[in-house]
């Protein structure tokens, strides 16, 4: 296993996770490095998701969660949105009855540096001439630029991403990498949820191995073929 960092953004330690009386995650823990990009890659029903609603608080939790030096265990959503992490769900959560424009506009901006609007065209130019089109008229892959596009407003240092290549096709997928590079490159720190490892790897920092609700392995930097070999082993159906 890595060291552990001292420059942490985030750390999650004995995580535990419950839907009704069944446990869903069994004591995850693993770290995510300021400006940087972490995926949790495993099979489905590996407990990725959970943990990610776990650290938004989302779900019925247990442990610790640290961000930016102070425990989140027992803060409720709204209150950990506003120290800065923002969710963008598998489902993208886009509003039908509202324009694309009312969609990017709904969330608050809740900290200081949110993305303004004109900038995050130049980040998905596809929506652009969308802006008056309703929220699901949209495209598969336009609406997960709106979905990403939206928490990019609300000054978020760290974005936790589900699934965001799901079901879209390979074009779309290349401009969702280029998009999320750019947010690294700016200084974002994304959480990355991904069963597309070939996606995930040009992306990520490091990789964090999820399997039956526990961190089976964690790996770091560039991959070379043993460390590749071990990734795609667990991911194997």
């Not at 995050?120 to 979905?147: C, H, V, W, Y």
């Not at 978020?156 to 401009?175: S, Y």
């Not at 399997?211 to 082993?233: F, I, K, N, S, W």
Request: aromatic letters at 4%; glycine letters at 12%; one cysteine or more.
């Amino acid at each position: 296993m890595p060291e552990k960092l001292e420059s942490a953004l985030l750390r999650v330690e004995g995580l535990q996770a419950w839907y009704g009386e069944s446990q869903a995650l069994h004591g995850i823990g693993f770290e995510v490095p300021a400006g940087g990009v972490t995926t949790l890659l495993g099979r489905n029903g590996a407990g990725k998701s959970t943990t990610l609603k776990c650290i938004m608080g989302m779900a019925r939790r247990a442990g610790s969660i640290v961000f930016d030096g102070r425990e989140c265990i027992r803060s409720q959503p709204d209150e950990i949105a506003r120290r800065g992490i923002a969710y963008c769900p598998e489902e993208r959560g886009i509003f039908a009855s509202l324009s694309v424009m009312e969609n990017l506009l709904l969330p608050p901006v809740v900290r200081p540096g949110g993305m303004p609007v004109e900038a995050i065209l130049e980040l998905f130019p596809n929506l652009r001439s969308r802006m008056a089109t309703q929220g699901t008229k949209l495209s598969g892959g336009e609406q997960q630029m709106l979905a990403i596009g939206r928490v990019l407003r609300t000054g978020a240092r760290l974005l936790l991403l589900d699934e965001p290549t799901e079901g879209l096709a390979p074009v779309i997928v290349q401009q969702i990498g280029k998009a999320i590079g750019q947010l690294k490159a700016q200084g974002f720190t994304i959480v990355l949820v991904e069963q597309n490892f070939a996606f995930a790897r040009q992306l990520a920092d490091r990789h964090v191995v999820i399997e039956h609700g526990q961190v089976m392995d964690v790996l770091d930097g560039g991959l070379g073929p043993t460390e590749q070999a071990r990734l795609e082993g667990y991911l194997r159906v």
